[in-house]
């Protein structure tokens, strides 16, 4: 795995690069665009220079803001087209390897068949056009409600529904949610039954990024909560056999651990105790 960090893009795409860098990752993930701002093309182009100069190997940017690809109201759908389409364009110009997105929920009154069906045609349609050379990586969530994909099959239908598109996509997967969603992959031979259940359905090759945290959550109790590694209920065994598996060599592992002075180094050295 390529370690990496999540940055921010509060002062800057050219801010969050060097934070990746101090860090000493070959991995960074980023939003595609800060709050109220909208990005020149010479501030995209500078990025990916200098990216491509630094060591830093793999962009992951992570789709700011998709209110509602599954809803049954075509407007809204239209909308996050939309906005899905300008963060696609977004992330070719900053010369991204991959971009995550969350397939959000279905409609009240709908069904998650009919919500997955409207995701697929959503991103589909955001997809096709935008020229993005990259993989779209839809990531798991705790799941619960109306939330789609917290189960795998939700996302293996999901990406099946994207048709021709299909080879265009992928999955990201996040240690936190995956637990939160009830896989219990915290000890080695539960991590290894969980990637064992995740190669059968997708292929190791379609998980094209992983999202590190631990998570106070209980197992299998859909609630969003990302710790420090080892100062959750994931600890140590599980994790590490995800990173010695070598099908995910060249995928970007990035950390998604809380932010604080000296924390993502921490986190880092954390996981190279582990390996
Ligand atoms: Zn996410
Ligand atoms: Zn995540």
């Known amino acids: 795995m390529v370690l990496g960090v999540h940055c921010s893009v509060r002062h800057g795409y050219l801010a ?3 934070e990746a860098r101090s860090l000493g990752c070959r991995a960074m ?13 010479g501030e995209l182009s500078s990025f990916a220079k200098a990216r491509k100069e630094s060591p830093v190997a793999k962009l992951v940017v992570h789709s700011r803001y998709v209110p509602c690809p599954g809803s049954s109201d075509e407007a809204r759908r239209a909308h996050s087209r939309d906005l899905l389409r300008r963060e696609l364009a977004l992330a070719a110009g900053l010369g991204a390897d991959a971009f995550v ?20 045609g959503t991103l589909g349609a955001a997809m096709s056009g935008s020229g993005a050379g990259f993989p779209v990586l839809v990531e798991n969530v705790p799941g619960g409600g109306r939330r789609l994909c917290g189960a795998l099959e939700e996302l293996a239908r999901l990406l ?27 000890s080695a031979e539960g991590m290894f039954r969980f990637l064992a259940r995740v ?3 997708f292929g190791a090759e379609r998980v094209g990024a992983f999202h590190l945290a631990d998570t106070k959550a209980l197992l299998g109790t859909r609630r969003e909560d990302h710790r420090h590694l080892g100062e959750g209920y994931l600890g140590k065994e ?7 598996r070598p ?14 002075p000296g924390s993502y180094a921490r986190d880092l050295e954390f996981l190279k105790l582990l390996r």
């Open 101 to 120: 997105v969350h397939a959000g929920a279905y409609s009240e009154g709908a069904s998650a068949s009919e919500g997955l069906a409207f995701v697929a």
């Open 199 to 201: 190669n059968r359905l």
């Open 16 to 18: 969050a690069l060097e």
């Open 160 to 186: 099946e529904g994207l048709g021709g598109l299909r080879d265009r996509s992928g999955l990201c997967l996040d240690t936190a949610h995956a637990w939160a969603a009830g896989f219990d992959i915290a």
């Open 247 to 260: 099908e995910y060599e060249a995928a970007p592992a990035i950390l998604e651990t809380p932010r604080g």
């Open 29 to 41: 993930q980023m939003l595609p665009y800060r709050r109220r701002h909208e990005p020149a093309q």
């Open 238 to 244: 599980g994790l590490k056999v995800l990173l010695e």
